[in-house]
């Protein structure tokens, strides 16, 4: 049981190339997340997922797609990538359904990101 | 925006002591979570209170809900220095299709052997 797994690991990127982050969770869970980590800054929502083929906008979805084809899976894009999006990427998931709240989220080991 | 700011930012104990950690929050929730999370690896829960609980046990973890006050506190007894890590509390903010998490900033927790 892997749980969240994010790939890659690391990357390096040039300003103006694109890239996938990709997500996958093998606990059956509906809601998955895409957050971003920066020095003193906590983590920020980026997109949601409520369940395959939905997704959301979060607090700082601008520079950023995603899909949800597939339950397991969530994809993160950078179309023009941009040296402030240099970050570290976290995906999460959680068992949430409508109407039932209170349940955690688990979280992958993160994709550091940088962007020259 | 942040919903919920850790106090202190650092922290730094001897093994064996206690160490205790505040959150603060903004805006009513249906609950309030813990992380802990490890140099280089990703979020760990902790223990989730909900809004209408006022304290909750987890092994050497004690938290502390006051709605009133909208604050939390997170206790860890006879700290190890396994529990060298930062801690971040999150926010489930109450209101129709609100399953997001808020988090704050983090306490980095030091525990020296």
């Known amino acids: 049981n892997a749980g969240v797994t994010q790939t890659p690991k690391f990357r390096v990127l040039k300003t103006g190339q694109s890239m996938t982050l990709l997500c996958a969770q093998d606990m059956n869970h509906e809601y998955m997340y895409w957050y971003r980590q920066d020095p003193g800054m906590g983590l920020r929502l980026i997109h949601y997922?409520?369940?395959?083929?939905?997704?959301a906008k979060g607090e700082v979805p601008d520079g950023y797609n995603v899909s949800r084809l597939k339950k397991q899976n969530f994809l993160l894009g950078l179309e023009s990538a941009a040296p402030s999006q240099t970050s570290v990427y976290f995906c999460?998931?959680?068992?949430?359904?409508?109407?039932?709240?209170?349940?955690?989220?688990?979280f992958g080991d993160g994709t550091r990101l940088s962007i020259l | 925006s942040q919903q919920g700011e850790e106090d202190p930012q650092a922290l730094s104990i001897q093994e064996g002591e206690n160490a205790t950690m505040n959150c603060s929050y903004k805006t009513s929730i249906n609950n309030l979570q813990w992380y802990r999370q490890n140099s280089g690896r990703g979020l760990v829960h902790l223990i989730l209170i909900r809004s209408n609980e006022r304290e909750k046990h987890s092994g050497r973890l004690r938290v502390t809900l006051d709605t009133s006050k909208k604050s939390s506190s997170l206790l860890i007894t006879a700290s190890r220095a396994a529990d060298t890590a930062s801690y971040f509390c999150a926010t489930e903010n109450s209101g129709a299709g609100s399953y997001q998490l808020t988090f704050g900033k983090g306490t980095k927790l030091s525990v020296i052997p």
């Open positions: 997922s409520v369940g395959e083929g939905t997704t």
């Open positions: 999460a998931s959680s068992y949430t359904l409508l109407g039932q709240r209170n349940q955690p989220q688990h």
